[in-house]
Nanobody, 127 residues
Framework: QVQLVESGGGLVQAGGSLRLSCVFS????????MGWFRQAPGKEREFVAG????????YYADSPKGRFTISRNNDKNSGYLQMNSLKPEDTAIYYC????????????????????WGQGTQVTVSS
């Protein structure tokens, strides 16, 4: 059974930075595409960024593009989301997810295409 544990969230002022981490366990990480979604209060969960099994391809939603960078270190069984120039509208719970399927490999922006989720980490950006 895959387990994902996020960390690194917190309270930051607009314009600041945070780095989220996701530790993967239970299976071989190199068979899983990984990504990040977020969910703000009263809103649906939305895609933020995705990365393929070996890190060869990355995908971004329009909103964080140019400000966020997704990466992974398979030797450390970890994925990361570096968030710069944060805005109040980035406030949400951020979830790490993983899946072996081709939809996730192609950077699917649907939560239904990812089998495993972490518990989430809260990111709050003050104005």
């Amino acid at each position: 059974q895959v387990q994902l544990v996020e960390s690194g969230g917190g309270l930051v002022q607009a314009g600041g930075s945070l780095r989220l981490s996701c530790v993967f366990s239970g299976r071989t990480i190199t068979t899983y595409n990984m990504g990040w979604f977020r969910q703000a209060p009263g809103k649906e969960r939305e895609f933020v960024a995705g990365i393929t099994r070996t890190g060869g391809r990355t995908y971004y939603a329009d909103s964080p593009k140019g400000r966020f960078t997704i990466s992974r270190n398979n030797d450390k069984n970890s994925g990361y989301l570096q968030m710069n120039s944060l805005k109040p509208e980035d406030t949400a719970i951020y979830y790490c997810e993983a899946d072996t399927g081709w939809k996730a490999y192609l950077g699917s922006d649907s939560p239904r295409d990812y089998e495993y989720w972490g518990q989430g980490t809260q990111v709050t950006v003050s104005s």
